[in-house]
């Protein structure tokens, strides 16, 4: 009898076998999986051994007969991961499991999100002619009453249900609120003599339908986090308008206070998903599971985008104010923001969380091209500056030790751009003419 050597790799573990030439890998498979100890991680699933070169052993075979060498190394790994062989026997079959895999494709999920937009629009429309209809013909606080008791039995139906777990009632019901929060911005933008909003009333109405229906009705921590922070941020701005600020100047404050918190969201993501308690208990001793650990880093990682849209919309927002204001330490301060959101996207790693922040620094540029301060001439120098670095950024990759380089200047100029907000922000209040008064 002859012996062939090989080097098996589990999910966690490796081992070098000597196994017979003449028996099966179907045989020898239990034993190997017991000696990775993923006898149970395998349990019940279909399992497949991959060759270096990704060519799956056949497990009727023999590794005589899989002429496999001495040194072999095989991989154990589910059916569902294994790659696919080189060659398509059956296109059609391609086809088929191409597109069940593909993530993209029509389903229920898409199904519930596309009737939650339908329902959403379908009541804000008809919030809004309801509201109308009864200032016309009823007395003036019917309207306000029936829009926010609607809004507020909408979300209290989206707990109930969603606590419940009926996730598409949940949906439904949070839909009808968030399409409320037109109608209901509306009376706020009334009530306020046109002091606040629209918008900005819609935002805070729309991140408090988030906070609550995709958040605490579905027990879920990260929307939960961004709805909060984008209403408090929007609530937040709504405030300051009504006190005696000078207009650049909320903007001012509340863009300042984003980029603050986007400075902070990883310690916040981390700490909000229990990955730093996780860390901090494998430092003292304590193991947690791999489990865990990855249920709270995926947490961690809805979070950061949770909050991060939640605080680059607001930065992205104040930012465009500031440059519409026509005040030049309000420009100022606009153009320091968006330097400030473009270097932040290099401490964030997936798409999701970087996306949003360069939006919101394209935002606030094309807010400052168009700033009746920046002549025509100039706004157009701008919008082709911002051309040629995007084909810049996109297109070219320098090497290693200039990309060293440019991360240290980047780092100068976020640090440059974040010290400069303070006296731009102190210009916005206008305390250096005040100074000046008390100086002089």
Do not use: C, K
Request: proline share 7%.
């Amino acid at each position: 009898m002859t012996y062939t050597r090989l080097t098996v790799i589990g999910s966690s573990r490796r081992a070098d076998l000597v196994v017979p030439d003449d028996e099966p890998f179907a045989l020898l498979l239990p034993d190997v999986l017991d000696l990775l100890e993923e006898s149970t991680e395998y349990e019940g699933a279909s399992v497949r051994l991959i060759r270096r070169t990704g060519e799956q052993i056949e497990l009727a075979a023999t590794p005589a007969e899989a002429r496999l060498p001495n040194g072999e190394v095989l991989r154990v790994v589910r059916a569902e991961d294994a790659p696919p062989p080189p060659e398509v026997a059956d296109v059609t079959d391609v086809v088929a499991e191409s597109l069940q895999r593909r993530v993209d494709r029509w389903g229920e999920t898409a199904r519930r999100w596309t009737a939650a937009a339908a329902i959403a629009i379908v009541t804000g429309v008809l919030g809004l002619a309801l509201g109308r209809a009864l200032d016309d013909a009823a007395p003036l606080m019917l309207a306000p009453l029936v829009l926010v008791g609607g809004w507020l039995l909408a979300l209290a139906a989206a707990v109930v249900v969603g606590l419940l777990r009926h996730p598409w009632a949940r949906m439904w019901t949070t839909a009808v609120a968030v399409g409320l929060s037109a109608p209901l911005a509306e009376l706020v933008q009334r009530a306020t003599g046109g002091t606040v909003p629209v918008l900005l009333a819609v935002a805070a109405l729309v991140w408090i339908g988030i906070a609550v229906g995709l958040g605490l009705a579905a027990r879920s921590a990260p929307p939960a986090w961004g709805g909060l922070i984008g209403a408090g941020a929007a609530v937040a701005w709504i405030v300051l308008l009504l006190t005696p600020l000078p207009a650049a100047s909320v903007p001012a404050l509340i863009g300042l206070a984003a980029i603050v918190g986007i400075g902070l969201l990883p310690t916040f993501a981390l700490g909000a998903s229990g990955l730093s308690a996780l860390d901090d208990a494998a430092i003292g001793g304590t193991l947690p599971s791999r489990r865990a650990v990855a249920a709270s880093l995926e947490d961690a990682y809805a979070a950061l985008a949770w909050a991060g849209v939640a605080l680059a919309v607001t930065a992205g927002a104040a930012g465009a104010a500031l440059a519409a204001s026509g005040d030049l330490y309000a420009l100022l301060l606009a153009i320091a923001i968006s330097l400030v959101l473009a270097l932040r996207t290099r401490q964030f790693p997936l798409i999701v969380h970087i996306v949003p922040l360069w939006a919101a620094a394209l935002a606030v540029l094309l807010a400052v091209a168009a700033s009746p301060l920046v002549p025509p001439l100039a706004g157009a120098g701008l919008l082709a500056a911002i051309a040629v670095g995007a084909v810049l950024l996109a297109g070219i990759r320098p090497p290693a030790h200039v990309r060293v380089r440019l991360r240290r200047w980047g780092n100068a100029l976020e640090l440059l751009a974040v010290v400069a907000t303070v006296p731009l922000l102190l210009g916005t209040l206008r305390v250096y003419p005040d100074l000046l008064r008390v100086f002089s």
